[in-house]
């Protein structure tokens, strides 16, 4: 039987440490270039990147580096082809594989030199060694770290293990970040502000007391929850910010959401049309269709028959009131950018 990896002692004090530094230095965005040299310093890496993607709309979203000095400017249809085809640990993300992958996992050295990923892609920048590590996200905002060596020195299952420990605090680092941001834009708003916008603000008190609510927060009280009495948070709110806190809050009404989250002294409401209650498997197919595939393409990469794949378009035209492909793509996305902006 094959051991499992352990942190030693001094590997789970970096960890901690580096968590900690990481959320002191939060701000509206998470992954700063300081971050990355510091989670090189964790795994002995000489470069480290952050990325985020719209993989089927094939946009950058973001892209963060350890150094600059290293980046090249590369072709944009030669970056998705890597990412969407020829990337082995891209194409295991798209089956929805978030944990720690090596290069190594994939492909032999040998195999690795021959392969045209190796000599379009990995042997400009002189990388032998990759290590990656992705919070989960949907395909239209992928969210990936990138760690490179050259040489012959491998990662081992030690720094594995770092990456797969410090997923959950990238991903709560993440939405630490994004609260940050709409907690700033609805400050900023307040002057101007109006009753039936969908965001808004909580500074809160001494326990559950509310110091100063804006008008669109003192909405989505009185909506979402039962008639408060004191200048006090409802109990659902309170009792989630005493057991927990970290996560959103998320309560529904009808068609609509309110999510809660916390930031420091303040809680930022946004109110959302409810998510589109699609399955997994219908959102891979209806991306797939966003990119252009025709259904017996989606059956081949799928592994589905061409009739189960017609099957499932059928029930996404149903959900999203369509009728045709074009126009359950621009549903789908239209919805997603609603919640997302």
């Known amino acids: ?56 709309r094939r946009q950058a979203l973001l892209f963060v580096a350890s150094s600059e000095e290293d980046c090249v400017e590369v072709e944009e249809e030669l970056v998705w082809r890597v990412c969407l085809e020829e990337h082995p640990m891209c194409v295991r993300h798209q089956d929805g594989h978030f944990g720690a992958m090596k290069l190594s996992d994939f492909l032999t050295r040998s195999e690795l030199h021959r392969s045209w990923v190796y000599n379009n892609w990995f042997r400009t920048g002189g990388v032998e060694h990759e290590l ?4 989960p996200s949907p395909l239209w905002h992928t ?72 008008p669109p927060a003192e909405r989505l009280l009185r909506e979402y929850f039962s008639a408060t009495t004191g200048g ?51 959102r891979e197919v209806l991306s797939w ?18 009739s189960t794949v017609r099957k499932h378009l059928e029930n996404v035209y149903a959900k999203l009131g369509v009728n045709t492909r074009t126009a359950a793509v621009a549903r789908f996305f239209g919805l997603i950018d609603a919640q997302a902006s």
């Open 289 to 306: 269709v966003a990119r252009g595939e025709t259904n017996a393409d989606i059956a081949r990469r799928l592994w589905l028959a061409p």
């Open 132 to 135: 990656v590590v992705a919070i």
């Open 143 to 214: 969210k990936t770290f990138i760690v490179d060596r050259p040489g012959r020195r491998d990662f081992t299952e030690r720094d594995r293990l770092v990456l797969d420990l410090l997923q959950p605090h990238l991903a709560r680092l993440w939405q630490a970040a994004r609260t940050r941001r709409l907690l700033s834009a609805a400050l900023a708003e307040l002057d101007r502000v109006d009753e039936r916008d969908r965001r808004g603000v909580i500074l809160r008190g001494p326990g559950d007391e509310i110091e100063f609510a804006s």
């Open 1 to 56: 039987m094959k051991a499992l990896p352990a942190l030693s002692a001094r590997d789970a004090e970096q960890l901690l440490n580096f968590v900690a530094e990481a959320e002191r230095l939060g701000g509206d965005q998470p992954f700063t270039a300081e971050l990355l040299v510091e989670l090189g310093h964790l795994v002995d890496a000489d470069w480290v990147a952050y990325s985020e993607l719209d993989r089927v």
């Open 232 to 282: 006090r948070l409802p109990s659902a709110l309170a009792d989630w910010l005493e057991s927990d806190g970290a996560t959103p809050f998320v309560r529904r009404r009808g068609a609509r959401q309110l999510r809660v989250a916390r930031s420091d002294g303040a809680l930022v409401l946004e109110e959302r049309d409810d998510e589109i209650q699609l399955t997994a498997r219908e």
